[in-house]
């Protein structure tokens, strides 16, 4: 019994703060961003240190430039995120347009002016338009204009099991077991 409350006790621990990782698939101009974002799992709204790494590709139509996090060899970019306009769920990571705010990765590193994909709400500084947009800069900038809430990455279809439901299973199981012997 007690080998069996070590092991459930184990399976807590082990899953407590599992990272998601984010596709991003957003089409600006006549390109766009494609990759992934990595967070540290938290839900809510996001803060910088909430992102543990990313993989961006992006492309102005002519020209692709790879943005790579602190999590790969070769790290070239930087994050900033200011506001509360981000948010994460189980499924999509969120970003409201109609609130102040912005999230920007961009090599070398912030404010250096070059290359850059910028989500920004109501008078932010990327695109420098005094609308809510989506911004890309690589040779030249491309923005798309935005309203509301979107979707700019979301997770993968698969469906993974929560760690509380493969506990009560196992659970149920060892309990079905051990009544079965009693009789």
Not at 73 to 88: E, P, Q
Not at 116 to 127: D, I, L, T, Y
Not at 130 to 141: A, D, I, Q, R, V
């Amino acid at each position: 019994m007690n080998k069996v409350l070590l092991t459930l006790a184990l399976l807590f621990v082990g899953t407590a703060n599992a990272s998601l990782i984010y596709n991003v698939e957003r089409v600006i101009g006549a390109g766009g961003v494609t990759g992934s974002i990595t967070t540290d799992g938290f839900l809510g709204t996001l803060a910088t240190n909430n992102i543990i790494d990313w993989d961006l590709t992006l492309n102005d139509g002519s020209n692709t430039f790879n943005l790579i996090g602190p999590g790969n060899v070769g790290t070239n970019s930087d994050l900033l995120i200011n506001g509360s306009s981000l948010t994460a769920t189980n499924t999509d990571l969120l970003f409201d347009f109609s609130g102040v705010g912005l999230v920007l990765f961009q090599n070398p590193f912030t404010g250096s002016g070059i290359n850059f994909w910028c989500v920004e709400g109501v008078n932010s500084a990327c695109a420098s338009s005094g609308s809510s947009t989506e911004s890309l800069y690589l040779s030249s900038m491309s923005y798309v204009v935005n309203s509301g809430v979107v979707s700019i990455a979301s997770t993968s279809s698969q469906s993974v099991p929560e760690p509380l439901s493969l506990a009560l299973l196992c659970m149920g199981l060892f309990g079905l077991r051990f009544s079965t012997k009693r009789k």
